[in-house]
């Protein structure tokens, strides 16, 4: 086939593809493709197939020409950022929410009103300009606040961003160049060494011990070695494909470039992390689910008595101000920047604790969450291998594998322990990096591989100084560590100067060194390694590796002076020593332990009903290991093989209800129907997933939210991104994370600690709480705003309460009481509650709503009223004449209108009584929403119990309000600017006994609900 | 899933199964709205008590507070449209006629008849003070007489047109009636004063006060109001533009002076003054 035929044929399928995405018109079937297991087989044909395939040459490479074609087809090699959106539509976002166009709508009424008015010539209109200019500013600056609130968290994510630019080196033309990463086309020969990241999907051709990590990726903990022959089907599972943006960390290798850009592994997953829509936070859902109530109910409100004033007689003008007004009273306008403030003022308590929050609103996510879907490796785990276990004299000690040493160590004294220790220090390669002495031990840097470094902190922990004990063994040979005879061995000199044997020490996988072995070492007595020694080994070998550790032996020989004396010349390559005959120490198993906090976290979440699933990409083995030490699964919890093998019958005749614990490999998910897994999730209420790939982790997060779950996922992988993404809540590791899982999470530990999780659904199940006191709060005060404007519809008596006036209290005086109740404490030990079923515990329930409009804000409407009457009367209109004034108290040419005294006011005169008016009802609300405050501290318990100024901010608050009140009615210059007149210091008490009214009532409520526990009055009353 | 909804909804509104209606069955409503209604009977009679409570406080014959009055009110008669505008042409009768017949109702309880019939001759000059003596009230208060033929040229008597026909009209002036105001200190009568505005002072011409120099008499003061008093007969101040530009609009502010009644405000332009435009027509 020549050359260009293979161009062409190339084409065409690229043709053929373009095609096939435009008939994929619908998305979801898009993403459904997304979510199938990557399908390529570049890794399992031979190399002259794969040399066709590409039109390139293993030794050659591409020609520049050719290269430059591709480049031209594919674009370059680098994964396209995910389509933002323009900051222009953010912003509109925040001013086109369903309470802000109410909000416009009315402020839109107030201009064309100011407008024909002003037409008609009148000037003493400037009222509704001014209203209308006041309710636009009112939803400019929420959504200013709004907005500053998402762009800062948008900062965030930008700072993690990595700017420098890849190098790569690359064969073209059978010449080596180093060009940018991002012109690598497919067909690419490009050379890696340790140290470099990966620039492309690749297909080894040759390698030399090379190894890649790729715990970004599929979340093994240790390197995998890279080779050239194909060992697995499955692209993620086989040894021949190195990953675009995992990095090499030893060794060399050349490999051609199978994929670029976003069509390699992490390109797709990419692609998939943003395809998968942001579901939108369950509290999202319940402000939205309400907003739609009040606004809905304002429409309603509005255009009942638009029909009402259009049937008593008023004028169309007249009515549409009044549906506006209506709107203005009844839409609480403060309240989405209270929720703001709320939820930000939890976000910086967070942030405290190290878990900082993105998106505010994922802060009471979390506290509604019910199933973590937990990452393991370096989430639950510290990401970094520990000597776990030992066996040596027939006995397994168990080393500390805290972060912090603080655990308890096993019995140093044997003579064993000091040869196995002997063995481990100088059979090992590893050093620390320079200049660490102040850092304690296990957070010091090593060079060396994981299991190396496991063993050199092991050591410089139990022996002490290593550098300076090796220095007394003298090295005088080494064989590294290869695949093909599993074992690394050197040869020392004594310490002892008068001692003149050499020293061999050898370690590698268990059953290589036993072989080599003739004798083992018991209490310090070499004795023959007999049956009974062999199989204690095999026991002790088999439990080691059932915990999911990985296990190596040692042994140790001395080389007798006579065969080889002072000086001999050993060669490693021909191994001119005796390697076998050799005596066995011990056995070390090494494992990532799990942090120190997390079972503890693990614990704590199953006193507050969340379940915690691990979902892993690294071995089943392993993982259940890790999930029963933190308690994942529980101690006596059996999966459904356990229970075969116990009652000694085979699987399929175990009853799967039995087993409470279960756990399921990539391998087996895939086969599985979503119905099955739903099964599985529903039977088992102790899950792990391991070998997992990132498409599995999504089918999994789906199918809990299938099952009403609020699922919050944590991770650090790039593997985790789409997952995060599809959660509920992305919860992502701040130092070990990678930039694709903090862009997909909604929230950072920055601690990595599993344990801030627990903090975070504290924080988040009391914020809800909390949220739900403030907006009882800040609703009770909707309905004395809006009964003034239906009295003055229906019985015309001159206006109690003006727009101006309603704005202040809604965004002036009442925001921070508000705000002040979400530092209020927990009524009850919320981490023992279960979870909060998203269907029924709404934020905004029919109770609350009914409680705070129809009982509480009945009582403060009436409160209001009684100190208008009074404020009306003792100036001179007796209550009874007040009805039905509206008509002549308007009308502007009215200058000697008689009062119920028979004096003779003018238009002014009664304009500034009418102010009074305004002032006392802004008082009157005022002081009942102090007393408002006050019973909303708690919903069930007495606020006695809960105590009266233990909530600091909430006793400011309301002096502040006072301050606030009284600053509005005695400055000088409100009459005419704010529409607020100095009014009679008796006026404000006379709301007082509707406030004690309001505090008794509750009082009484509460101990009702407490009393009787569900009974009619806790249905009823209990919010 | 639509129709799903539309039962969804039906269900709500009546299910036949649990015979609930609006989620809730007839004894759940029945004890609900017993609930709010011994509720809200509560809580009417909490607001009739404390509205029972705040009217005791009240005193029958004086409002507790005056802090709206400081500066009394004035109007004009004939009020004219609604913005103050007195135009009219000495031509056409029936462009006048309604100013004077809107006079004459207004005088007609001025008449000195109805006066000697229901009023009081009082000394001038002074307060016509009638205190209670402690708790035995000195009810009903008498008033003064202002007889109609104080306004002499203005009373309607001897030109029964007010002088309109002649485009020499009277303005009536009266000052808003304010419970115990006492007017003027140092036993000085308030007047009336008017002037035109700025541009116009060469049109306004030659003014008459009825009474003389447009006085209010301080017998007339205070008021006991309406229930105390039930004939009080407001004073008035007459004033007649003698030969004012014609075909021409003209601005005019009264204001009254005295020694102790405040300014009102800029913002109120009929506290202690009262301005109009006066326009006659003679084409």
Request: charged residues 20%; hydrophobic residues 40%; aromatic residues 10%.
């Amino acid at each position: 086939m020549s050359k260009k035929d293979t161009y062409d044929m190339f084409e065409m399928d690229g043709d053929m593809e373009k095609k096939k995405k435009k008939k994929k018109v619908n998305k979801k079937e898009k993403m459904e493709g997304m979510k199938k297991e990557i399908d390529i087989d570049d890794h399992e044909i031979t190399i002259d197939e794969l040399e066709m395939r590409y039109n390139t040459s293993v030794t050659k490479g591409l020609t520049s020409t050719f290269a430059a074609q591709v480049f031209e087809r594919d674009g370059p090699n680098e994964l396209k950022p995910p389509k933002g959106t323009p900051e222009y539509v953010k912003f509109a976002r925040q001013l086109a929410g369903g309470l802000q166009c109410l909000m416009w709508v009315a402020a839109c009424i107030c201009s064309i009103a100011f407008g024909i008015e002003f037409a008609k010539g009148n000037v003493n209109c400037f009222d509704n300009l001014y209203l209308a200019v006041v309710l636009i500013a009112v939803v400019v600056v929420t959504g200013c606040f709004g907005y500053y609130q998402e762009f800062k968290s948008t900062n965030i994510i930008a700072s993690f961003k990595n700017l420098v630019p890849q190098q790569a080196v690359v064969i073209r033309d059978g010449q080596k160049n180093v060009i940018n990463a991002y012109q690598l086309v497919v067909g690419d020969m490009v050379e890696i060494k340790g140290g470099d990241g990966i620039p492309a999907d690749i297909r080894i051709i040759t390698s030399q011990a090379c190894k890649v990590d790729n715990s970004s990726l599929t979340g093994e903990s240790e390197p995998q070695s890279r080779t050239p022959e194909c060992t697995h089907e499955n692209p993620l599972e086989t040894k021949n494909i190195a990953f675009f943006s995992t990095t090499c960390m030893e060794g060399i290798a050349t490999g051609m470039i199978i994929s670029t850009g976003d069509r390699t592994i992490i390109g797709r997953i990419a692609t998939l992390a943003s395809g998968v829509g942001n579901e939108k936070t369950p509290i999202a859902i319940e402000i939205e689910h309400f907003v739609d109530i009040i606004a809905g109910l304002a429409i309603f409100f509005g255009f009942t008595f638009f029909v009402v004033a259009m049937f008593i007689g008023y004028a169309f003008l007249e009515a549409m101000i009044f549906f506006m007004a209506i709107v203005v009273a009844y839409v609480p306008e403060g309240l989405l920047a209270t929720v703001t403030v709320c939820l930000s003022l939890t976000a910086k308590r967070l942030a405290r604790k190290n878990c900082v929050v993105k998106n505010l609103e994922a802060v009471e996510t979390l506290g509604s969450t019910s199933v973590i879907c937990s990452d393991k490796t370096g989430t639950l785990t510290q990401n970094r291998m520990t000597v776990a276990h030992l066996w040596f004299d027939n006995h397994v000690h168990a080393a500390d594998t805290t972060e912090d040493q603080s655990g308890k160590s096993f019995d140093q004294s044997s003579e064993t322990w000091r040869s196995l220790a002997r063995v481990a220090t100088l059979c090992n390669r590893a050093t620390f990096r320079p200049d660490q002495e102040g850092l304690p031990i296990p957070k010091r840097l090593v060079v060396g591989d994981a299991s190396e470094t496991a063993l050199l902190k092991f050591t410089e922990l139990s022996v002490g100084n290593v550098m300076d004990y090796r220095d007394r063994f003298k090295k005088a040979v080494e064989v590294p560590f290869n695949s093909t005879n599993k074992f690394q061995l050197s040869i020392h000199e004594l310490d002892d100067p008068l001692d003149l044997r050499y020293l061999l020490v050898m370690k590698g996988a268990p059953e290589r060194i036993l072989e080599r072995c003739s004798t083992i070492l018991i209490k310090g007595q070499e004795l023959p390694l007999d049956e009974q020694w062999s199989e204690a080994f095999q026991t002790a070998y088999m439990d080691l590796g059932g915990l999911g550790e990985r296990v190596l032996g040692f042994c140790h020989l001395y080389l007798s002076e006579k065969e080889v004396p002072r000086g001999y010349r050993f060669d490693a390559d021909e191994m001119n020593f005796p390697t076998s005959g050799l005596c066995f120490a011990g056995l070390i198993s090494m494992i990532d332990p799990p942090r120190a906090t997390v079972p503890g976290a693990v614990m704590k979440c199953r006193t507050a009903g969340i379940r915690v699933v691990m979902v892993t990409g690294d071995h089943p083995i392993t993982a259940r290991a890790i999930a029963a030490n933190v308690g994942i699964i529980t101690e006596g919890s059996e999966t459904v093989e356990d229970i075969a093998q116990r009652k000694r019958i085979p699987v399929e005749q175990v009853n799967k209800r039995d087993a409470r614990a279960c756990v399921i490999s990539g391998g087996q998910l895939k086969d599985m129907s979503s119905e099955e897994l739903d099964e599985a999730l529903r039977n088992h209420p102790e899950m792990v997933f391991a070998r997992t790939s990132p498409q599995q982790k999504l089918i999994i997060v789906e199918s809990c939210q299938r099952l009403g779950s609020i699922v919050a996922v944590t991770g650090d992988g790039v593997n985790d991104s789409p997952a995060l993404k599809k959660a509920d809540i992305g919860v992502a590791m701040g130092i070990a994370g990678s930039d694709a899982a903090k862009n997909a999470a909604d929230m950072i530990l920055l601690d990595d600690n599993f344990a801030s999780i627990v903090t975070g659904v504290e924080q988040g199940r009391l914020i809800f709480d909390n949220l739900k006191k403030s907006i009882a709060y800040t609703l009770t005060k909707n309905i004395p705003e809006l009964t003034p404007y239906l009295i003055y519809i229906t019985c015309s008596v001159p206006l109690p309460l003006g727009c101006i006036t309603i704005l202040f209290i809604e965004l002036a005086t009442d925001i921070y009481p508000s705000v002040s109740l979400a530092y209020e404490k927990a009524e009850s030990d919320i981490m023992n509650l279960k979870p909060r079923n998203p269907r029924r515990d709404r934020l905004v329930n029919e109770s609350l709503a009914v409680y705070s409009y129809f009982q509480i804000g009945a009582i403060q409407s009436f409160a209001g009223f009684t100190d208008y009457f009074a404020a009306m009367a003792q100036e001179g209109w007796y209550p009874l004449v007040c009805i039905g004034l509206r008509a002549h108290w308007e009308n502007i040419h009215f200058q000697d209108m008689q009062d119920s005294y028979g004096q003779e006011w003018t238009f002014n005169q009664r304009l500034y009584q009418q102010f009074t008016c305004y002032t006392v009802f802004f008082v009157s609300i005022e002081i009942c929403q102090i007393s408002d405050v006050l019973i909303r501290k708690t919903r069930r318990l007495s606020v006695f119990t809960q105590g009266f100024f233990r909530n600091k901010v909430l006793v400011s608050a309301i002096v502040f309000q006072l301050l606030l009140g009284n600053l509005l009615c005695y400055c000088p210059g409100m009459p005419n600017i704010f529409n607020f007149m100095p009014i009679r210091v008796q006026w404000w008490f006379v709301p007082v006994p509707y406030g004690i009214l309001i505090f008794v009532y509750d009082e009484i409520r509460k101990l009702g609900v407490r009393r009787h526990p569900g009974s009619w009055w806790d249905q009823e009353l209990y919010y | 899933m639509a129709k799903d909804g539309d039962n969804g909804w039906k269900e709500y509104v009546w299910n036949p199964r649990t015979r609930e209606f609006l989620g809730r069955t007839a004894s759940s409503w029945g004890l609900i709205l017993l609930f709010y209604l011994v509720f809200y009977i509560f809580l009417a009679g909490m607001f009739c008590l404390t509205m029972y409570v705040m009217l005791q406080t009240l005193d029958d014959h004086k409002p507790k507070w005056q802090d709206r009055l400081s500066t009394p009110g004035m109007v004009i008669r004939p009020k004219g449209d609604e913005y103050y505008q007195i135009t009219y042409n000495t031509q056409k009768t029936e462009s006048w006629d309604m100013y004077a017949q809107t006079l004459d109702k207004f005088l007609s309880p001025y008449n000195n008849t109805a006066q000697v019939e229901k009023n009081n001759v009082c000394k001038p000059d002074e307060y016509f003070q009638q205190e209670d003596s402690g708790e035995v009230k000195n009810n009903p208060k008498r008033s003064c007489q202002f007889n109609r033929t104080i306004l002499d040229e203005c009373s309607g008597i001897t030109d029964r047109y007010y002088g309109y026909q002649e485009g020499k009209p009277c303005i009536i002036i009266k000052l808003n009636r304010v419970i115990g105001m006492l007017p003027g200190k140092d036993g000085q009568a308030p007047f009336v004063t008017c002037g035109a505005k700025k541009e116009d002072t060469e049109k306004i011409g030659e003014l008459q006060y009825f009474p003389p120099n447009g006085t209010f008499n301080l017998m007339y003061y205070p008021y006991y109001g309406k229930k105390a008093q039930v004939n009080y007969s407001q004073p008035l101040v007459a004033v007649k533009f003698l030969n004012i530009t014609t075909n021409e609009d003209v601005n005019i502010e009264c204001r009254i002076n005295a020694n102790n009644i405040p300014t009102g405000s800029e913002r109120d332009k009929w506290a202690g003054r009262v301005s109009f435009k006066l326009r006659i027509n003679t084409i």
